[in-house]
T-cell receptor
């Protein structure tokens, strides 16, 4: 039981490049989330998926897109990376929206 | 305000008690949580309290909730060097989303 896994662990992009961050969970959870963590600002929700087939914007969705590929997988795409998107990105999942969230180990992204 | 507020830093000596405080925003929050983040890792749920409780104890951890003041605290008894981490307070808000504080970095000195 791996829990929540994320790839890659680290990534450096140039401004304007695109990439997709992958997330998968093996706990049969309905809800999945993408957060970014910046120093002194805690976690901010980018997008979430309350259940398979649905996605909704969180607090800071601009510059990102998501895909809930199936119940297990929820990917985050940066179409044209900007330095302001330098951050640590965490994926999380929960049984349902109001329950405990389980976090992946994070992806540290630097955009130069 | 709309932010979950925590002090950014706390330093204690090994063996002392640590108290991490948090002020949350939504008086109708159902659950309040404490998460721990160790270096290079994701967040792990430490404990949570349901909003109709005033206190919850779990081994070395004591959570106190003051709903009137919207104040939540986490007390760690007999703090160890392994407790050094960032501690996040979080609340479940009206639409069942979760709002996190900025995190308190706890440093435990030997």
């Amino acid at each position: 039981n791996a829990g929540v896994t994320q790839t890659p662990k680290f990534q450096v992009l140039k401004t304007g490049q695109s990439m997709t961050l992958q997330c998968a969970q093996d706990m049969n959870h309905n809800s999945m989330y993408w957060y970014r963590q910046d120093p002194g600002m805690g976690l901010r929700l980018i997008y979430y998926s309350a259940s398979e087939g649905t996605t909704d914007k969180g607090e800071v969705p601009n510059g990102y897109n998501v895909s809930r590929l199936n119940k297990r997988e929820f990917s985050l795409r940066l179409e044209s990376a900007a330095p302001s998107q330098t951050s640590v990105y965490f994926c999380a999942s929960s049984e349902n929206k109001m329950y405990e969230q389980y976090f992946g180990p994070g992806t540290r992204l630097t955009v130069t | 305000g709309e932010d979950v507020e925590q002090s950014l830093f706390l330093s204690v000596r090994e063996g002392d008690s640590s108290v991490i405080n948090c002020t949350y925003t939504d008086s109708s929050s159902t659950y309040l949580y404490w998460y721990k983040q160790e270096p290079g890792a994701g967040l792990q749920l430490l404990t949570y309290i349901f909003s109709n409780m005033d206190m919850k104890q779990d081994q070395r951890l004591t959570v106190l909730l003051n709903k009137k003041d919207k104040h939540l605290s986490l007390r760690i008894a007999d703090t160890q060097t392994g407790d050094s981490a960032i501690y996040f307070c979080a609340e479940s808000i009206a639409n069942n989303d979760m709002r996190f504080g900025a995190g308190t970095r706890l440093t435990v000195k030997p």
